[in-house]
């Protein structure tokens, strides 16, 4: 980063809220919709009811509204709500601001969904604990927690320590990343330049933490899910040494 810049430094998902669906979004949301239809399909899952925890801007919530479901989702960040809450109309998603570790639905439901990364961005074992712990409280008993996970394999791949210069929905963006792999967590630096038109960049900081499959599993089988699935997100077949993305399917 060119030091003689002045820059701002602000929440993650706050200036990239609006860039998000066109970077990552829409093609997260494709291939989430293409694996949700074919986890339905093998799990017969019920989808009537459904938790979007950490849903950023709504695409999945939207989604599974549009087909009739009824909608409880929520995220961290103000600026994510706001896109998600701008997009959805008529009001089929009830959007609200909550920490994915401490949801409170007004009533349990049959899936909760937490897609693309979500759960890679909590940094200590206990919020993985508490988001599990939260999950399963948010289920009806034989309803079903669907949520992926990068794998440190994806994570070490795409820090790379290289700058990435672009441009994309009129800004001219910096992309960062780099990988600690000691603690096992990649740091994704986004620089928006002359993010508010008076000279100075934006800069956010999002980072993602890899966890151990085997102890994701037994957090969860600890937090009460009777059983779990770990597929590779990439055509639900077997994890690999080479997977890139877990998609965990636990039953309640
Ligand atoms: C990569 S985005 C994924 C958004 C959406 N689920 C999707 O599939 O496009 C990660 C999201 O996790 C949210 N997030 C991070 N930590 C959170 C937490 N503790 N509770 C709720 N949301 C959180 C961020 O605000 C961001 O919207």
Known sequence: MNGERRTHSQAAYSASAAVY????????????RENLERLERRYHLDTSCVVDAACGTGLAAMYLAGRGAEVFASDLSP???????????????RFQRQDMRYLY????????????????????EADIRRALSSFHAALIPGGYAVFDMNTSWQ??????????????????????SCWDEGRGISTLTLVFRDGRGD??????????????TGWVVEELARS????????????????SDRTRRLLFVARA
């Open 105 to 124: 639905p007004p009533r349990r439901v049959t899936m909760l969904n937490c897609a693309t990364d979500a759960m890679n961005h909590l940094m200590r």
């Open 155 to 176: 994570l070490r791949e795409g820090g790379d320590n290289a700058p990435w210069d672009f441009q994309a929905c009129g800004r001219r963006m910096r992309w960062l």
């Open 199 to 212: 000279g100075e960049d934006i800069v956010e900081t999002h980072r993602e933490r890899a966890y151990d």
């Open 79 to 93: 600026h994510m709500l706001k896109e998600a809450a701008g997009a959805c109309k008529g009001g089929r998603v």
């Open 21 to 32: 669906n066109a970077l990552v979004g829409y093609y997260a949301f494709d291939h989430w």
């Open 224 to 239: 009460g899910f009777s059983h779990t699935d770990v597929l590779d997100a990439a055509g639900l077949g077997k994890v």
